[in-house]
């Protein structure tokens, strides 16, 4: 049975979908006005882990990722560029629908984009404001009071009293409370609005993700997820919008990943130590990457370097090197089979993907000294269902790195050849050169039962 860590009761639970075989599940995705780093990179694949595993027990999953496509920082960088909005936007959305491609990232069942439910934010906000719970300032914005939902602050575990005494609260004379948070922000010169019966305005982005979440999935679904630096405020916030307005329950399942790292401090463009997607995908293999992020517990930090990146790169190469040196037999998973059903143990206990990992280890291990083609088919199968080793072994062993510049394929193959007619000759000097020469061009020969072939170093 699936088991998720509920960041709502600080405890893993046995998952119980609402509606029997099917689950809906809500992330939040990025707001697109740059490209995205290494830290949205971990959302997307975790999550499309998530997506695939419930796919792969036989859920019929809805899964929906929005797209915040309007806030203050698009706002200012549109203006800074000289550009419309929507011009910034969707560029940068394609970026994102690029870099979440090359990670192997499959793409969600609904995109939503935040300015195509404006309509269904401003009914939420109304039916907030007619249970007591949302009001007008004097200064036109439209605010929670956040002191009249009594649940505030049980995803977070924050109490009103801490949040009170200074921590990431806004002092604004306007607000009732310092605590209350904007739903309706009214017009100011030069930004897009929308008009409104508190008067022309745009939505805060908290509203944004309890409009589109119910809008598609209802106003009680399974599982909400994203980054842990959203759990407060954005997330506590989505909590108090939706269940105050709808007078039920949220969501049943909170799932957040851990940060990515850089020298022990969280990778974010506001400390400026975020590495792009695009960056790090012009030294390391997307699949390397993504096995990077996978083989870490999704709730655990994750720290970044160019040696842990390179280790990630060698242990993927080393599940290749079996695919490649043992043919594998296309089947059927049987789930009773050993390895098979220890895989699955780790993925239902909190999508363990570290522990999933650590199978297909031992699975490779093993098929090597059976020289068993059925379990490096097995290896291989269990592996695509969380989106690895679905590529021909020679063709990623040989672009895993790619030396820019340097021999093409051909003549590498030439090379190869000539060597192995060197040695065939018993020239043993020239087949050590054409090797010492190979190596300096950044190409490893492995000579195996099967014959020579050759990957970039």
Known sequence: MLKIFNSLKREKEAFTPIEPGKVRMYVCGMTVYDYCHLGHARVMVVFDMVYRWLKASGYDVTYVRNITDIDDKIIKRANENGETIQQL????????????????????????????????????????????????????????????????????????????????????????????????????????AWPSRWGDGRPGWHIECSAMSSSILGQHFDIHGGGQDLQFPHHENEIAQSEGANCCTYVNYWMHNGFVRVDNEKMSKSLGNFFTIREVLQQYDAEVVRFFILRAHYRSPLNYSDAHLDDARRSLDTLYFTLRDVPPVAQEIDWDQPYAARFAAALNEDFDSHGAVAVLYELAAEANRQKSGEL??????????????????????????????????????????????????????????????????????????????????
């Open 89 to 192: 936007t969707n560029r940068f959305i394609a970026c994102m629908h690029e870099d979440a491609d090359a990670l192997g990232v499959l793409r969600p069942d609904h995109e939503p984009r935040a300015t195509e439910y404006v309509p269904q934010m401003q009914e939420i906000i109304q039916r907030l404001e007619a249970n007591g719970l949302a009001y007008q300032a004097a200064d036109g914005d439209v605010n929670y009071a956040v002191r009249k939902f009594p649940g505030y602050g049980k995803l977070s575990g924050k109490s009103l009293d801490d949040l009170r005494a200074g921590e990431r609260v806004e002092v604004d004379s306007a607000k009732q409370d310092p605590l209350d948070f904007v739903l309706w922000k009214h017009a100011k010169p030069g930004e897009p």
């Open 376 to 457: 490096s088919g097995l290896l291989k199968a269990l592996a695509g269902l969380i989106g690895l080793l679905e590529r021909d072994p020679l063709a990623y062993l040989r672009g895993a790195v790619g030396a820019a510049g340097g021999p093409d394929e051909a003549e590498i193959d030439q090379l190869v050849a000539d060597r192995v007619a060197a040695k065939k000759a018993r020239n043993f000097a020239e087949a050590d050169r054409i090797r010492d020469q190979l190596k300096s061009l950044g190409i490893v020969l492995d000579d195996t039962a099967q014959g020579t072939s050759w990957r970039r170093a």
